[in-house]
């Protein structure tokens, strides 16, 4: 999802730095860049580390004069019970889902500050309003992503700075990919049978697009989106899943 915004951003001439762990190898960022590796930029980025985002952001303002729009997409996902649950998925779900968000608001917010503008945009999930089982660690650092962005909204409004968060269903990124993969290793079944069962989750039958999340987060980026703060906006197909 962040790839796609991230390519939405730039067709409306927005200049794009994509922050991620992986950008330090040149030849990983061509691959997935593809075509638009001419009208995008990446950087390492690590936002469980406020040493990273400081240098990532301070990077970002000395090569574009400042930061305008600020996309927080870094997630990550594990499931596990409650009972048992392992320190580490827990500590990684708040780390990256949640205390990264919010080393990303910290570093950047000043900038907007300044320029008297900002959009901040979160990307939570429906899990931060259900509950699933095996999955306190993901809802928990989603729910979180709601209060934070209530209390950023406030401290930006007088600065033209919004903050709102994204709260999709299942999106066919790489992510449900895996899912899907591993479902037909367990099961046997074919591509296209498991793929439906996750589109079957929602009444429209029908598997969210990153592209579609990208066209809602360029909205909320953009001048119209003004007076939209401290909202959330679930994309879910009318699913609660």
Not at 74 to 82: C, I, L, N
Not at 196 to 211: E, F, R, T
Request: proline share 3%.
């Amino acid at each position: 999802m962040g790839l796609a915004i991230a390519r939405r951003l730039a067709r409306d001439g927005t200049n794009v730095v994509i922050g991620a762990r992986s950008a330090g190898d040149p030849s990983h960022v061509r691959n997935v860049l593809g075509a638009d590796a001419d009208t995008l930029s990446a950087a390492g980025l690590d936002v469980q580390s406020r040493e990273s985002v400081d240098a990532f952001v301070a990077d970002v303002v000395a090569t574009h004069g400042g930061v305008d729009i600020l996309i927080n997409a870094a997630g990550v996902y594990e499931e596990a019970p409650v009972i048992d649950h392992p320190e580490q998925i827990w500590d990684d779900h708040i780390e990256t889902n949640l205390s990264g968000t919010f080393r990303m608001i910290r570093a950047a917010m000043p900038h907007m500050k300044r320029a008297g503008w900002g959009r901040i945009i979160n990307m939570a999930s429906v899990a931060a309003h259900n509950g699933m089982a095996n999955n306190a660690a993901y809802c928990a650092s989603k729910a979180g992503l709601l209060g934070l962005g209530r209390c950023v909204s406030l401290e930006g409004a007088a600065h033209g700075i919004t903050c709102v968060s994204i709260s999709p269903t299942w999106v066919e990124t790489e992510m449900l990919r895996r899912f899907i993969d591993a479902d037909m290793k367990a099961t046997g079944r074919t591509l296209d049978e498991v793929r439906a069962d996750y589109a079957k989750s929602n009444p429209q039958n029908q598997l969210v697009q990153p592209s579609e999340v990208a066209e809602l987060a360029a909205f909320l980026a953009s001048d119209a989106a003004r007076a939209l703060t401290m909202e959330d906006f679930q994309v879910n197909a009318g699913s609660l899943w």
